[in-house]
């Protein structure tokens, strides 16, 4: 076989498998991805459902908080007073941070100390009273004076009254409250200006009990929702607190069963295209080979085929150029050369008929004549090539087809015949009085002929491939038959192509019998 078509064929082989292997591949994860889209769409869904009520929620319970601390404190007190209304649960504690330190309402001394011993937290507290804008505290950078005055500050500003022997009085009104994490402390606070500087007054929050409190009022679908901390780079979703709710990674798709059963068939369909693929590639892949396989076969066959007339041709040519055949011998090396010559031209007519039909050109020559005589003119036709082998020919005609007018094409029935012939010959010759009988019997719409030989007939395992181009039964090719194994093939095509069929009606050890329909014109 040709390497070029092969490597061509193969790598096209390849690239249909490896683009069937990545529809399998897509197929298998098709559902798992379209499942994550549904969840992370269900998911913001969820979220945007969720944060209005959420949002709502956490605004009253600050809003009732920061209602405790009125409108401004009472900076001149010796001690800061418990804010009316007591405090919620997830509120640490009340505190006013101002130039004599840090005050909390009676018996909170613990959250006091607390407080005081969270050195970035306080410091910051200080910084953000004078500048709400001012970064967090950092521990390891300390500042206790203003560099440039050298006056005693608490945070980074100036004091506006260097006398703190003076008593301490609120100056203007207090700012809008802001809230600020470090760590886990959020703190809720807000600038109060006094004589002495910015004092600050807040509340200090915790965290995970405020979110107690507001995830019931989040999606149920969502399974693990969680409100905390931004992270770096994350925009906080809930106010006044930078707090961000957080959907999780897990949320209930009540149409999960639907839409698997949706995806099915699209993932079935899938699956079928690409085994339907690679199946076809295998096939083709067969069917080459077996027609470079039946190519080989077929100019093997057709070249001895060739080469032997040749040879018979060219010997006695020779000897009869040189004169050297004797004269007794000349009329036998004449007809030799006659027979080689037909046989040659009925392999070259098969050849060539075969490729007509295989191009689909169908014959269209019609003869009409009296049935029964233009068969007995065809059947004349290929006696003596049977006779001369050693066959007794019958011809029995159907009475009730003397009278019908056949419309077919006559070479094409000869040719058939021909070839049943030819096969008669090289199979049933070794019969002890070999003999073919042709029988003609009118149907309804259809004129049968029967070519019965009394030969050895033919084994069940080779009457399926019997009509297989360039197959050739084991007696041929163990014996040495001649033929290239198109007769029967050829026959059968050539028989469709003119409105018949050729087909194998027995084989048995009494011998061979092939039924040759034709139709008939009304």
Known sequence: MKKKPIIILLCF??????????????????????KAIDQQAQLTRLLELSLP???????????AERAKLGFAPPVEAAVYPM?????????????????????????????????????AVIDTIRRKAYNPSAPIYDPAKPTGYDPRTQLPIFGVYEAMDPDFTQALQLKGNPGPFFAWHYGDNLVYMRSVPTTHGSAAEGFIIDAKKLSAHLLPLVETALKKPEITFPRKGEAANLSPLPLVLRPGSEVELPDTATRAKALSSSVSSIWFVSLLTISILF?????????????ADFVSAVTHELRTPLTSFSLIT????????????????????????????????????FARLTRGKIRGRQDAGPCIQMLAGVIDKITP?????????????????????LHTDLLSLEQILTNLADNAIKYAATAA?????????????????????????????LQRQLFRPFSRSAQAT???????????????????????????????????TFLLQLPLTK
């Open 13 to 34: 082989a390849l690239l249909t498998l490896l683009a069937a292997g990545w529809q399998i591949y897509e197929a298998a994860n098709l559902e798992s991805r379209l």
């Open 53 to 63: 009520r959420v949002q709502e929620k956490l605004q009253a319970l600050i809003n």
């Open 83 to 119: 804010p009316e209304g007591g405090m919620a649960d997830f509120n640490c504690g009340f505190f006013l941070v101002g130039p004599s330190g840090v005050q909390v309402p009676p018996g909170q001394e613990g959250f006091a100390t607390l407080l005081n011993s969270a050195t």
């Open 283 to 295: 096939a083709l892949l067969a069917f080459y080979t077996r027609i470079e396989r039946r190519r």
């Open 318 to 353: 020779e000897m009869l150029h040189q004169n050297k055949v004797p004269a007794e011998k000349v009329d036998e090396y004449h007809e030799t050369l006659y027979q080689e010559s037909r046989r040659l031209g009925h392999l070259v007519e098969n050849v060539l008929a």
């Open 385 to 405: 090539r049977l006779k001369s082998a050693g066959f007794q020919v019958t011809f029995v005609p159907d009475k009730r087809a003397e009278l019908l007018t």
């Open 433 to 461: 009085a070999p003999a073919i009988a042709i029988h003609v019997v009118r149907g309804h719409d259809t004129l049968s002929l029967r070519f019965t030989d009394n030969g050895p007939g033919i084994p069940a395992n």
């Open 478 to 512: 163990a014996g040495r038959k001649p033929g290239i194994g198109l007769g029967l093939a050829l026959s059968r095509d050539i028989a469709r192509s003119i409105g018949g069929e050729l087909s194998l009606e027995k084989a048995d050890s009494d011998g061979t």
